[in-house]
């Protein structure tokens, strides 16, 4: 065993609060992160969750929850394409809830085809959910929206409500369909006919939604729907495209995204000063056990490995705290339906962040360490 794992292993005590402030640095840019992605993920949910390769939308579009209008026969113009295999329309509209109570609420209407194996499908609808839909003025929410549109969440008890004004009722409850833009309500293109008031409306979609041919590449056949298309009907995109789009909306325009961003940067910063000094201290606090090192003949080179290889292991041992930290915190969200998403990436720089932290901040207490000398014994 080396050195510097005695020293650890043996004063414990003195370097804890060094591995709680790494680890407490990385919870903290993880649980921002984490609760941004998760956002972001809310406002592509429909683009994620369906299985449509192509979508087209108004030409202005620039985020999937700023839905336009396009007319509805684009679907028949895109299977003049030969990579496209199938194609439907997916329509959002506003509507006007109201529960047991009377209480309005703004909910987004999502008329899909109620068949399972549609591409407005989503995934959550799938197993018998969709199918549910084919009886005439029944609708799906989320889980997550059960008590804010007072629907019981077990997703057995059948409620009555009022939408525009129309009698309908709700036959499941989904898990995952949450959106931080607006309450997603799901009911099929034929139910959504009889809510609609103006007549044209029934001629246009919101999306027209296509799946292509195994092989194909989705990045050209978008290319080529640009010239197939009438100049100014819709803007051609593959799913990832649009969905990653959304998301720099988001990010970028709407201001959410750049406080959150804000604060994490803020509050990672905070966490990496308090780590620095934590560390330092600690080094700072063993200066006369180093000087009796140094009164025996230890170079200040081999006594500078020894902290900076502490500084390492705190570092590791403060990320892998880290991760069951946050393993915690997510199963905390999902359990609450707190959107909260993380990639590997994300993690592996935060673990990565910490680790150089903790072994700067024993690199800047290298300084006190040169400058010592054996006489601080007679302090």
Not at 7 to 19: G, N, V
Not at 91 to 101: H, K, N, P
Not at 141 to 150: H, Q, R, W
Not at 251 to 271: K, P, R, Y
Request: with cysteine.
């Amino acid at each position: 065993m080396s050195l510097a794992l005695i020293i650890l292993r043996h004063d414990w005590r003195r370097f804890l609060p060094a591995l709680l402030s790494v680890s407490f640095a990385g919870v903290l840019m993880l649980v921002q992160l984490g609760l941004l992605a998760g956002m972001f993920g809310t406002v592509t949910v429909l683009a994620d969750t369906m299985a449509a390769d192509l979508w087209l939308t108004a030409p202005a579009v620039r985020s999937i929850d700023q839905a336009a209008d396009i007319p509805s026969n684009l679907a028949a113009l895109l299977y003049s394409h030969p990579a496209v295999i199938s194609s439907e329309t997916l329509t959002l509209r506003d509507a006007s809830w109201r529960g047991s109570s009377g209480t309005p609420v703004p909910v987004t209407l999502v008329g899909i085809s109620p068949d399972p194996a549609a591409l407005s499908c989503p995934q959550a609808l799938r197993t018998s959910l969709c199918a549910a839909l084919a009886e005439p003025d029944s609708v799906v929410v989320d889980s997550s929206e059960a008590g804010k549109l007072e629907v019981p969440g077990d997703g057995i008890t059948s409620t009555t409500v009022e939408i525009n004004g129309h009698r309908l009722h709700v036959v499941g409850v989904s898990t995952g369909l949450r959106s931080i833009g607006t309450t997603y309500v799901f009911l099929s293109r034929q139910s959504l006919r009889g809510l609609l008031v103006d007549e044209a409306a029934a001629d246009t979609s919101s999306f027209v939604l296509a799946s292509l041919r195994p092989g194909s590449l989705a990045t050209t056949v978008v290319t080529e729907l640009a010239a197939l298309l009438p100049a100014g009907s819709a803007k051609a995109w593959t799913r990832d495209a649009l969905s990653g789009q959304s998301q720099r909306w988001w990010l970028e325009e709407s201001g959410v995204g750049a406080g959150f961003l804000f604060s994490t940067v803020l509050g990672l910063l905070i966490a990496v000063v308090i780590t620095s000094q934590t560390l330092r201290s600690v080094v700072l606090g063993q200066l006369r056990e180093y000087a009796a090192f140094r009164a025996i003949g230890v170079p200040p080179s081999k006594l500078g490995a020894v902290i900076v290889e502490q500084s390492a292991w705190i570092g590791a041992a403060g990320g892998l705290l880290m991760l069951v930290v946050v393993a915690a915190v997510s199963v905390m969200a999902a359990r609450f339906q707190v959107p909260f998403a993380l990639q590997a990436g994300g993690i592996a720089a935060a673990f990565t962040i910490g680790l150089l932290t903790a072994i700067g901040s024993g690199l800047l207490a290298l300084r006190e360490l040169y400058r010592l000398q054996p006489a601080e014994l007679l302090r």
